[in-house]
């Protein structure tokens, strides 16, 4: 039996948070693994990925408050001695608190995933340096999601032993709300339909988006209408964005939602203007039921999209820029094609079960040969 914990500081809705449900769902469904989804914060149902944790994950929470926690630094380690886990799989800011249980001396081999870029992750100089060094004494394998994130990685850290494992996603269900969005934004609307699934914070880069669609819809004929999917983290940036589109019809907020399938099955593009990304999780979603995608040529989505293969990238970050590559997608003669070749590269590339492979393979070496 293998015993595989992994840790995450809370489960908000975030890409990084679905993601380690996501793999914890699918390790699960093997019978030789025992799997652990240890969330350090508590983890509110209605606003976090708690409800789609699988029966067979073992999940525990030590509900710390903001801010560095001693006691639940103590109580992991504790807790990981009792177990004797296998494995252990840190993501984002949880590193830190394996701290204790890392110079213990036991068989546990570890793990640790960079989601983002190496600098945004742990900017501090202090931190940096531990980390550095745990990677550097391959007391902790590094995982990256992207090239581009090996790069950083590279970059920031100095060094050369990172591991490139790709995100995944399992398909996506229709819920039954599926008919009535279809007859509400594809009944008697002939505007092209977009689809921007992205939590309202800065880095994400909506006004980029807005301002391009608006600039499509004002020099063409045939219109946009774009809803933007996402809960807000930035209410000053939200306050400006709704200013941008208070008297614009063809654009609308919706939200956090929990259907992003029937969105994008009823969407003819996503759309991502982000100022940089990982490897976003929205997008592996927008592969995985065919839906044109144009994007910021960033982070690693320059490394998913080729471009008019798999989806379209804007040359820069301006608004002509993002403009172009709009308006070259919606005129684009083989749509099928593209929709065909993101599809297959889902299920080759992205799937949860290729990641969960990947994983189990890299968890499986022994630790010699590690890094």
């Known amino acids: 039996m293998n015993k595989i914990a992994h840790i995450v500081g809370d489960l908000g809705r975030g890409g990084a948070e679905r993601f380690v449900v996501d793999l914890c769902n699918e390790f699960a469904e093997k019978p030789y693994n025992e799997v652990h989804l240890i ?23 030590f509900y710390k408050s903001p801010g560095f926690s001693l006691q639940v630094l103590v109580e992991l380690t504790n807790w990981l001695l009792v177990q004797k886990i296998q494995i252990v799989h840190s993501h984002l800011n949880s590193l830190e608190y394996l701290m204790l249980y890392l110079f213990k001396k036991t068989e546990t081999k570890f793990f640790h995933t960079i989601h983002s870029t190496a600098e945004a992750e742990c900017p501090g100089f202090m931190m940096k340096s531990l980390r550095k ?56 609307q002939d505007a092209f339909l977009l689809i921007h699934v992205g939590r309202i914070v800065k880095v994400k880069n909506q006004q980029l988006l807005i301002e391009a669609v608006q600039k499509f819809n004002h020099k063409e004929e045939q219109k946009c209408k774009l809803l933007i999917i996402g809960e807000v983290r930035d209410e000053a940036l939200y306050q400006n964005l709704q200013e941008l589109t208070k008297k ?113 393979q890299l968890y499986n070496m022994p630790i010699t040969s590690l890094s």
């Open 39 to 61: 969330s350090l914060c508590y983890n509110n149902p209605e606003t976090t990925f708690v409800n789609e944790i699988s029966e067979k994950v073992n999940y525990l929470s």
């Open 133 to 188: 060094s745990l990677y550097k004494r391959k007391l902790v394998t590094p995982i990256v999601v992207s090239k581009d994130g090996s790069e950083s990685f590279r970059r920031y850290y100095g060094l050369d032993n990172d591991v490139v494992i790709e995100n995944g996603r399992p398909f996506l269900a229709l819920t039954k709300e599926y008919p009535n969005l279809v007859r509400k934004y594809k009944g008697n």
């Open 248 to 360: 614009d019809q063809f654009i609308e907020f919706l939200g956090g939602k929990d259907n992003i399938a029937d969105y994008l099955n009823i969407a003819d593009f996503f759309c991502l203007s982000s100022f940089y990304e990982g490897m976003p999780i929205s997008l592996i979603e927008a592969f995985s039921v065919g839906c044109i995608s144009i994007c910021t040529q960033v982070g690693g989505i320059k490394n998913m999209i080729n471009h008019q293969d798999t989806g379209f990238l804007s040359t820069d970050d301006s608004v002509d820029s993002y403009y172009q590559a709009l308006r070259e997608a919606i005129f684009f003669q083989d749509k099928s094609k593209i929709r065909e070749n993101a599809k297959n590269a889902f299920r080759l590339k992205y799937h949860i079960g290729a990641s969960e492979k990947r994983h189990s």
